[in-house]
């Protein structure tokens, strides 16, 4: 097994054999912060499950060039994990929340826009930034897709496959902890809806729990929008064994 | 039982009887960004268990008065939940690293300084502020207390009671789930360990083991110092029904 510990990983989406082109991104890492020199052996990923060890053939800001030595398949994590998320107002708590749930594993997030959504428009190029960072940092080899901004009535009509969830803070609601019930499913796909600070609308938890998402709890602590991800997604992590 | 959702809450460490002054930061926020109105009713925790549901009886932006009507004290988590950490080297990752465990529930944050610590002083005031305002925020009536920052030789050489784990990412040492872990666990107090991002030196790690800590695994991806705090809250929020 190839050790990445303690060694950066650059990500190229491209086929990884032979004579791989970094992008100017990763090339102007690989040249300027790493000060990386001819020779030397360093790691990639495509973010689509490969891990290479490659040497650098060529060093330029803007074009470095490597040549990959070996590759190394990665085992995918046993449950397909998504997050339907209605995106926080503030750009910072979406940034982090992207961060975060992506270094601690996650494979799809859909940001939704939902009756009391404070937030339709994101950048959706820096967002995948900020994931290729984060994959890269925590030493993953699978690059979560980020699709959105949704609307709630396109989303809620397709169907989602899976274990569905959505978690509510309405008492009135009767629910289990998210984590028991995770645990108890055999199921390959789990899905967690989590709602903008404001919540669901009424309306939009019953046609929820109408398409079959079941009602989960995250404890008894009102939770932030990008907080609740983050527990739900360290909930699906720790489920089963990777 | 009072009913606290989607009401703000205020934070008033004092007795909860009779007339309360509330402090200069709290008198702001009620006067200016809730624009209360003598008579209206508030709710107080004092941060050690206690919820107050209050009368306005004077409004001004320094010194905001209430008149208590009704108090309740509120069940504590069944286990004390302590945090042990080398607080990550930017402010920003420092401080929604207290925002955050402290929203999803923490009992104590203890902040040390290990040899591979990249910062040995913290604002500790305005850490506090973060926690105060991120116990409001998810409506509960403790205040975690922040503690540091420690030196690591300090910290490992006073006992520590109960469950104690240490976050290890490195391969050799065998490692079971923390979730796991603490699942099967009975005890009332969990505490756990987390290095700085260059991780704890093998010299700290023997002495933790030796002192007791077990040493358990938070996934297969490194996890940044913040991240692997989150995540071990959660599963300490998890293991048991609140």
Redesign the interface.
Same mark, same amino acid.
């Given at each position: 097994m190839l050790d990445i510990?303690g060694k950066p990983l650059f990500y190229a989406p491209e086929a990884l054999s032979g004579q791989v082109l970094l992008s100017e991104e990763e090339s102007r890492h690989c040249a300027l912060s790493l000060r990386g020199k001819e020779g030397d052996v360093i790691f990639l990923t495509d973010g689509k499950g490969t891990i290479a060890r490659a040497q650098l053939t060529k060093i330029h800001p803007k074009s470095s060039m490597v040549l990959v030595l070996e590759t190394e398949a990665v085992d995918k994590f046993p449950i397909f994990r998504r997050l339907v998320v209605s995106p926080p107002k503030t750009g910072d708590r979406l940034d982090?929340m992207i961060e975060?749930v992506v270094? !601690? /594993?996650v494979d799809e997030i859909v940001l939704i826009q939902s009756r009391y959504s404070e937030r339709d428009k994101v950048n959706l190029e820096r967002l995948q930034k900020i994931a290729v960072s984060a994959m890269k940092?925590?030493?993953?080899a699978f690059l979560p897709q980020i699709i959105g901004v949704q609307k709630w009535k396109q989303f809620i009509e397709k169907p989602v496959d899976g274990d569905k969830f959505i978690a509510t !803070?309405d008492?009135s609601v009767p629910s289990r902890?998210? %984590?028991d019930v995770t645990k108890q499913s055999s199921g390959s796909s789990f899905t967690i809806l989590i709602g903008p600070e404001g919540d669901f609308s009424e309306e939009e938890v019953k046609q929820a729990l109408e398409k079959g998402f079941v009602p989960v709890s995250l /404890?008894? =602590? !009102? %939770?932030?929008t990008e907080?609740a991800s %983050?527990?739900s997604i360290?909930?699906f =992590?720790?489920s089963r064994?990777?």
């Open positions: 510990f982090w975060k270094e !601690i /594993g940092q925590s030493k993953q !803070i008492s902890r998210l %984590l /404890g008894k =602590n !009102i %939770l932030r907080t %983050l527990y360290v909930c =992590n720790s064994e990777a």
